[in-house]
Nanobody, 120 residues
Framework: QVQLVESGGGLVQAGGSLRLSCAPS????????MGWYRQAPGRQRELVAT???????NYAGSVKGRFTISRDNAKNTMLLQMNSLKPEDTAVYYC??????????????WGKGTLVTVSS
């Protein structure tokens, strides 16, 4: 069992920046891939970015070039640096962890989410 706790959400003006953190605990040795997902009001949850064992990253087209996923190994946390934020980035952001199956992330652990609100 892996537990995930997100932090760093909040209110920011368009064009601003925020950094989200995710702290995993429990059976962290079982984690092969971690990622960030988001869900805006009235919309389905969507992938934002994933990091596979700190070596391969993948981004949604809507955030590529603005968001950066990384791992702080010293603090055992996963980060999401979000720059040039837009109102359409407003959502609850979820940290997730799992394994790669069939070449795709299979996330089986989820955090409770942190709200990011971008004002225009």
């Amino acid at each position: 069992q892996v537990q995930l706790v997100e932090s760093g959400g909040g209110l920011v003006q368009a064009g601003g920046s925020l950094r989200l953190s995710c702290a995993p605990s429990g059976r962290i040795f079982s984690i092969n891939v971690m990622g960030w997902y988001r869900q805006a009001p009235g919309r389905q949850r969507e992938l934002v970015a994933t990091d596979t064992r700190g070596s391969t990253t993948n981004y949604a087209g809507s955030v590529k070039g603005r968001f950066t996923i990384s791992r702080d190994n010293a603090k055992n946390t996963m980060l999401l640096q979000m720059n040039s934020l837009k109102p359409e980035d407003t959502a609850v952001y979820y940290c997730a962890a799992g394994s790669i199956r069939g070449g795709s992330p299979d996330m089986d652990s989820w955090g409770k989410g942190t709200l990011v609100t971008v004002s225009s």
